[in-house]
């Protein structure tokens, strides 16, 4: 197994409650099983995985990347399970000849995944122009970072954006900033702007506050929650509406739809984002997507927020949609 680190910073920072992201270091992962080539990634991002000197490590350290599976070797480093799993996922599907999303279980052909733009924290009068931008460039649903102004402050942002946004599906996300206090005050708010969606609206360890924030108007998205408790954990406790599936953070593509899987089997929807990943991870959290039948807009449109990426003109969004790959494996090889 070859390990390669890259750096890839972003063209400019994604401003959100809990801090801005500004680059985004990570290894590539390479693999052959039985004589075909598989390429994973790793890219793992402080706070929602294990650190990078972590991951680093945890990756040299492997010998057998299946028997480091089968052993679960890399329970404490999910970032350097998402690689690891990748790359055997893709070389495993091009063996089988198969696209990573039929390879995944996918029931039927799927050209495309709906993406939501992702708007991070700034002024009103910013933060509406990137939304009518978005709705101009097809995208079906628009995400906004808030949580780092005042509330009152995020509001006006976001009456900002319905007054030239009339239509679009819109969605906030928190990134947990907010006391119950203060959610319980801002829902009803949101709700008759017509914000379909609240991502992560309180800190991470609540369950019953955000189980107390639904049925208001707004579907509750849990994101951070489910990697301080488990998805099962969320569920039991009814907290969700939507689980934000991040594959890099659950420990790989395999894990995260199991993830889906399990809480559409409860009636529970889920979709599926990314840590801002490089390309090879953004088309597998692309090929994992396009494996759920009618998924709802997903946070994959996340390209363009990078000033340069492992490969080019990979899992890039066209008219709201982000296509998906129909060769074999996850990405055509070089
Ligand atoms: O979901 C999206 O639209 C993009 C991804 C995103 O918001 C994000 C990116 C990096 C770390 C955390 C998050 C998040 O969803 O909170
Ligand atoms: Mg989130």
Redo the contacts with the bound molecule.
């Keep these: 197994m070859d390990v390669e680190p890259f750096s890839l910073p972003l063209s400019r920072p994604?401003e959100?409650a809990?801090g801005a992201?500004e680059s985004r270091e990570g290894f590539l992962v390479e693999v052959t099983i039985d004589g075909v080539d598989g390429v994973g990634e790793a890219t793992p991002?402080p706070g929602?995985t294990e650190p990078p000197e972590v991951c680093g490590r945890a990756l040299r350290d492997i010998e057998q990347p299946r028997t480091a599976l089968e052993g679960d070797e890399l329970a404490d480093a999910p970032a350097a399970r998402h690689g690891v799993t990748l790359a055997v996922l893709d070389a495993a599907a091009r063996a089988a000849g198969q696209p990573l999303y039929r390879y995944l279980g996918a029931p039927e052909h799927r050209e495309s995944v709906p993406?939501?733009?992702?708007v991070g924290d700034g002024p009103p009068a910013e933060t509406a122009s990137a939304a009518e931008n978005a709705v101009n460039e097809g995208y079906p649903a628009v995400?906004l970072?808030v949580g780092v102004r005042p509330p009152a402050a995020d509001i006006d942002r976001i009456e900002a954006v319905r007054r030239r946004c009339p239509d679009v599906e819109l969605r906030v996300?928190a990134?947990g900033a907010w006391s119950g206090e203060t959610a319980l005050e801002i829902v009803p708010r949101l709700a008759a702007l017509g914000v379909a969606v609240v991502?992560?609206p309180l800190s991470a360890e609540e369950l019953a506050g955000h189980a107390e924030l639904r049925g208001r108007g707004v579907a509750i998205a849990v994101?951070?929650g489910l990697l301080e408790h488990s998805p099962r954990a969320v569920l039991a406790a009814e907290a969700a509406d939507i689980l934000?599936c991040?594959p890099m953070a659950l420990g790989g593509i395999d894990r995260a739809r199991d993830v889906v899987e399990t809480a559409r089997a409860e009636g529970i929807d889920a979709l599926v984002?990314?840590?801002?990943d490089g390309a090879i991870a953004r088309a597998g959290a692309v090929h994992l997507a396009a494996s759920v039948p009618e998924i709802r807009a997903?946070?994959?449109?996340?390209a363009g927020l990078l000033a340069s990426d492992i490969r080019d003109g990979i899992a890039t969004v066209e008219g709201g949609s982000v296509p998906v790959s129909q060769g074999k494996g996850n990405i055509p090889p070089r």
């Design positions: 994604l959100t809990a992201i991002l929602w993406v939501n733009a992702t995400k970072k996300d990134n991502e992560q994101d951070e934000v991040k984002t990314t840590t801002i997903c946070g994959l449109a996340t």
